[in-house]
């Protein structure tokens, strides 16, 4: 009924071509519907295809709305590297591992690989500071390329993740590999306001810079904020005692970036894996934020978007100053050959 009305107001808007466009635009999306649902079925993903068939149909997802009623708002979900407690009313992260089973397929299979060269350099502890750690899905994954050699500092703002990062973490029995932090990571130490979505993964820090495109819920709450730099400090860590930065930030890794300037300096073998928002930030401070990681020796091992692989040589493309994409780096290690990783199974654009 809603599409009928839409085409008698294009139609009065006008006339016979403004619906012709219209209906070639919904049998387009139509035809993308049915055939990413045929992947789901083709891939025996029965979760995926009752959840975005549901979606497709209904316009709502009564699947996950049935699993919450029957679940009290949390599941038990298994992984290769572990096992999870999802928050079936968070509409992101969580969702899209119960339905998909994985995330940002290409760049962690790149992160995981650098971080296995990491651990080959070295007998000794890896540590991995994780900002945004969410409820510990990349935990998990560091933790299990890791090993006995895993060190992981998780930083989450949020106290709801928090609460599921913690019990997934005492789950998988990763407590003395990981200590957690209630806090959200910038450029300065004191506090600030988390904007919070129904996507936990959309959550960010309010900025005045440019805001995303979409709204975010109209809540916000405050949140302990500190930089790297301020940590290792309060910690007398030495700055070459960080191995690798993994940061998922909505926007704020600007901010993160110039909070850990004595890591980016200190010219020591490292991984970072960073998904940019440039369309989230002034054109300029993500353009210098892309140049201070060049000058730091970082070079590209994979630029993509979860199963997209982007044709992307070097940090110096384009692409990598305009276009939204996660970015997997590394510094010093003599086996990484800079460029984009790339298999059968992805798309490249």
């Known amino acids: 009924m809603n599409y009928l009305r839409q085409l008698v107001r294009r139609y009065r808007q006008g006339g016979c071509d403004q619906i012709r466009r219209s209906v070639v635009g919904f049998a387009s999306r139509k035809r993308r519907e049915f055939r990413t649902l045929g992947a789901y079925l083709a891939n025996g993903n029965a979760r995926g295809a009752l959840s975005y068939g549901s979606r497709m149909v209904l316009g709502r997802d009564l699947y996950l709305a049935a699993l919450r009623r029957r679940h009290n708002g949390e599941l038990l979900v298994s992984f290769p590297e572990g096992r999870l407690i999802l928050d079936l009313h968070d509409e992101g992260l969580s969702r899209e591992l119960?339905?998909?089973?994985?995330?940002?397929?290409?760049?962690?299979?790149?992160?995981?690989?650098?971080?296995?060269?990491?651990?080959?350099?070295?007998?000794?502890?890896?540590?991995?500071?994780?900002?945004?750690?969410?409820?510990?899905?990349?935990?998990?994954?560091?933790?299990?390329?890791?090993?006995?050699?895993?060190?992981?500092?998780?930083?989450?703002?949020?106290?709801?993740?928090?609460?599921?990062?913690?019990?997934n973490l005492a789950l998988n029995g990763l407590e003395e590999r990981v200590e957690v932090h209630q806090q959200a990571v910038g450029d300065r130490q004191g506090e600030a306001r988390l904007r919070l979505s129904t996507k936990s993964n959309w959550n960010r820090i309010e900025t005045s810079g440019i805001d995303p495109p979409r709204e975010l819920s109209g809540t916000s709450v405050p949140v302990d904020i500190l930089s790297l730099e301020s940590f290792l400090g309060d910690h007398s860590r030495d700055p070459k005692t960080i191995d690798a930065v993994r940061l998922d930030v909505q926007g704020y890794e600007v901010e993160v970036f110039a909070g850990m300037e004595p890591i980016l300096a200190a010219?020591?073998?490292?991984?970072?894996?960073?998904?940019?928002?440039?369309?989230?930030?002034?054109?300029?401070?993500?353009?210098?934020?892309?140049?201070?990681?060049?000058?730091?020796?970082?070079?590209?091992?994979?630029?993509?978007?979860?199963?997209?692989?982007?044709?992307?040589?070097?940090?110096?493309?384009?692409?990598?100053?305009?276009?939204?994409?996660?970015?997997?780096?590394?510094?010093?290690?003599?086996?990484?050959?800079?460029?984009?990783?790339?298999?059968?199974?992805?798309?490249?654009?």
């Open 98 to 167: 119960l339905t998909r089973g994985r995330r940002e397929i290409v760049s962690a299979a790149a992160f995981t690989n650098a971080l296995e060269q990491l651990a080959a350099t070295t007998t000794g502890p890896v540590t991995v500071a994780e900002v945004g750690a969410n409820i510990g899905y990349y935990v998990l994954l560091e933790c299990a390329t890791l090993d006995d050699q895993a060190n992981v500092i998780a930083f989450e703002p949020s106290p709801r993740n928090v609460a599921f990062l913690e019990r």
């Open 267 to 349: 010219d020591h073998p490292m991984v970072i894996f960073v998904e940019t928002h440039p369309n989230y930030i002034e054109p300029a401070r993500h353009a210098r934020m892309i140049d201070r990681l060049r000058t730091a020796g970082f070079k590209l091992l994979s630029a993509a978007d979860d199963d997209r692989v982007y044709d992307v040589s070097s940090l110096s493309d384009d692409r990598v100053y305009d276009t939204p994409m996660e970015l997997v780096l590394q510094r010093g290690l003599e086996r990484a050959e800079e460029g984009p990783t790339n298999d059968t199974h992805v798309k490249t654009v």
